[in-house]
């Protein structure tokens, strides 16, 4: 699957994240949970977790797109700690709108707890996406 976040991505790639699937409709990203991943308290650090949400967020908005999408705004909610890995992002499309897209994303940890949940909204721009 060749995917504009996965080539061009460098913090996806740094945290170590792999795109399972990505379209329109639904990403699945995950990301192991090593010590460089964690808080000062053994959890998964919360901007680790963010960051999930977002690339899984990403892939499915630009997916098959020639121009990008970027964010508008996303709100989450961290629901329990993340204590084993790996840790999996789904976003799901919510609206798929001419210019706003909406997506809720889960993300679970390694014994399928959701850990955290999110929604965002990103904006089609009319700049082309690096191939």
Same mark, same amino acid.
């Given at each position: 699957?060749? =995917?504009?976040?996965?080539?061009?991505?460098?913090?996806?790639?740094?945290?170590?994240?792999?795109?399972?699937? /990505? +379209?329109?409709?639904?990403?699945?990203?995950?990301?192991?949970?090593?010590? =460089?991943?964690? =808080?000062?308290? @053994?959890? /998964?650090? @919360?901007?680790?977790?963010?960051?999930?949400?977002?690339?899984?967020?990403?892939? /499915?908005? =630009?997916? @098959?797109?020639?121009?990008?999408?970027?964010?508008?705004?996303?709100?989450?909610?961290?629901?329990?700690?993340?204590?084993? +890995?790996?840790?999996?992002?789904?976003?799901?499309?919510?609206?798929? +709108?001419?210019? %706003?897209?909406?997506?809720? %994303?889960?993300?679970?940890?390694?014994? +399928?707890?959701?850990? /955290?949940?999110?929604?965002?909204?990103?904006?089609?721009?009319?700049?082309?996406?690096?191939?």
């Amino acid at each position: 699957m060749e =995917n504009y976040v996965a080539k061009h991505d460098k913090l996806m790639r740094h945290l170590q994240m792999t795109i399972e699937s /990505a +379209g329109r409709d639904y990403a699945k990203v995950s990301m192991p949970l090593t010590e =460089n991943h964690k =808080n000062g308290m @053994g959890v /998964a650090h @919360g901007g680790a977790i963010f960051s999930l949400a977002d690339v899984a967020f990403g892939a /499915a908005a =630009n997916a @098959g797109r020639e121009t990008g999408v970027v964010s508008l705004s996303t709100t989450i909610e961290f629901l329990r700690p993340g204590k084993t +890995g790996p840790l999996t992002a789904e976003a799901r499309v919510v609206r798929d +709108g001419q210019h %706003v897209q909406s997506y809720d %994303v889960q993300v679970f940890d390694g014994s +399928g707890a959701l850990i /955290a949940r999110t929604m965002a909204a990103g904006f089609l721009t009319d700049v082309p996406l690096p191939r």
